[in-house]
């Protein structure tokens, strides 16, 4: 059965430092994941995905995931926060079933930056 | 492209009411997924639609439901609304997929009070 735990309901960084959000995820197959953000009174935005290429993968506005098989996880980086990164952060699982995919959201992180 | 859209974007029902909600996909996917998010159980995934024909479903109880139109155009339906409805209901739609869990595109969602 497919979950995700995103490991910190909170994160809180001072602009300009690395960011780093958790998640770990469970899977009876050969998932894909998912990074999304959701500023406030936003809809939900695709960071990233790692569909089994490349291990590392870039996202938008300098966020990057690896995506470790040993560990079961998919961590969230970015090198220097910025203001505007403050948002919801959540990991997201997806694996086939029944001709579809079902999806599972991870419970989410929110992200704060300090000046 | 135009993105998703969702109507109404606002809604007040009261209980024991019902609710129809309605999504238009970005032209070209076929694949229309619905969540419920509330802040105590975050991003839940409610069903899955592809060709009018649902291919997933979460685990909500039967007075939820939904269906699909031949232009993909997606509704979902509340039934006998309780309080706990009360949510953002997010509509998303996907691309043909080439076998792996595509990016999901979100609708800004409609926001529904039950009173």
């Known amino acids: 059965a497919q979950s995700v735990t995103q490991l910190d309901s909170h994160v809180s960084v001072s602009e300009g430092t690395p960011v780093l959000l958790r998640c770990n995820y469970s899977s009876s197959y050969s998932p894909s994941l998912f990074w999304y953000v959701q500023h406030p009174n936003k809809g939900l935005q695709l960071l990233l995905k790692?569909?089994?290429?490349?291990?590392l993968v870039k996202g938008i506005n300098g966020f990057e995931a690896e995506f470790k098989k040993s560990e079961t996880s998919f961590h969230l980086t970015k090198p220097s926060a910025h203001m505007s990164d403050a948002a919801e952060y959540f990991c997201v699982v997806s694996d086939e079933n029944t001709g579809g995919f079902k999806t599972i959201f991870g419970a989410g992180t929110r992200l704060f930056v300090k000046a | 492209k135009a993105g998703v859209t969702q109507t109404p974007r606002y809604l007040i029902k009261t209980r024991g009411q019902q609710v129809t909600l309605s999504c238009s996909p970005i032209?070209?996917?076929?694949?229309v997924s619905w969540y419920q998010q509330t802040p105590g159980q975050g991003l839940q995934f409610l069903f899955e639609y592809f060709s009018e024909t649902q291919r997933n479903k979460g685990n909500f109880p039967g007075r939820f439901s939904g269906r699909q139109f031949s232009n993909s155009r997606s509704e979902m339906n509340v039934s006998t609304l309780e309080l706990g409805d009360s949510a953002l209901y997010l509509c998303?739609?996907?691309?043909?997929?080439?076998?792996?869990?595509?990016?999901?595109?979100f609708g800004p969602g409609t926001r529904l009070l039950v009173l």
């Open positions: 998303a739609s996907s691309p043909p997929t080439s076998g792996r869990a595509e990016t999901q595109y």
């Open positions: 032209s070209g996917h076929r694949s």
């Open positions: 790692y569909t089994s290429a490349a291990t």
